[in-house]
């Protein structure tokens, strides 16, 4: 499984860079605003420290202005996918700019149905927001499953992206199922490598290695 982090803040995306753990990028518009940092400038910074694809999220919900917005994102750099919301004009948008050889991630996908809608269309990675629909009782891990499972049905290329990831639990569930990729907060993939027997072995172990006689 691929590990993308889910962040615009780019010390966080250098810090999970550096441990050579993440396989790309991914934003959204509530990522970038807490930056406080214009959209251009952060994307081209998070293009200089990951070699891997980069979300960047589309503001128009009408075809043509999608369109617009998706060739001058994607124009910016080879890395760049467009995230184009799961609505009919998106749909609309996805299958132009699949032609046109853009890549496309298509994000608020909350249902089966809607994740096979987007892979027929064209795109190249479908969102399920899992930690949203636990948030309002359901199971998001479900729709995970069931999109993995539709598009090896019917040989889609298409990628399960699992998205909305809140705590490890969910990146070992999304593995399992064999989800394509997991979009992680950086507080996460810290959380991924905590153990509190590393701790407390490495702490005995350097403190057995101050016995140890020189010589
Ligand atoms: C996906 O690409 C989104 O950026 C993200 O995973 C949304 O997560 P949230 O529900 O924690 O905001």
Redesign the pocket.
């Known amino acids: 499984m691929q590990i993308f982090i ?1 962040t615009a803040d780019i010390e966080e995306i250098r810090d999970a860079a550096a441990m050579g753990v993440i396989d790309g990028v ?3 518009p ?2 970038v605003a807490k930056t406080g940092r214009p959209f251009k400038e952060v994307l081209v910074d998070i293009c200089e420290v990951v070699d891997g694809p980069i ?1 960047a999220e589309v503001l128009a919900t009408d075809y043509d202005g999608i369109l617009k917005e998706a060739r001058a994102l994607a124009a910016m750099h080879e890395n760049i996918v467009v ?1 184009v919301p799961l609505i009919a004009e998106g749909l609309k948008a996805v299958r132009t700019l699949a032609g046109e050889g853009i890549r496309v ?1 298509v ?1 608020l996908c909350f249902s089966p149905t809607q994740g096979l809608l987007a892979a027929k269309a064209g795109a190249t990675y479908v ?1 399920p ?1 899992v ?2 629909v636990d948030d309002i009782s359901g199971n998001g891990m479900e729709i995970v499953q069931q999109l993995v499972t539709i598009y090896q049905n019917y040989g889609l290329e298409t990628q399960v ?1 699992a ?4 705590h490890p639990l969910h990146v070992v569930q999304a593995s399992l199922i064999g989800a394509h990729v997991a ?1 992680i ?1 950086h507080k996460v993939i810290h959380q991924l490598l905590k153990h509190p027997l590393t701790d407390i072995g490495l702490e005995r172990f350097l403190a057995d290695a101050k016995k140890i006689p020189n010589g």
């Open positions: 889910d991914t934003t959204n509530s990522l979300s995230k991630n994000t969102s927001f930690g949203r992206l998205a909305s990831i809140r979009t907060p």
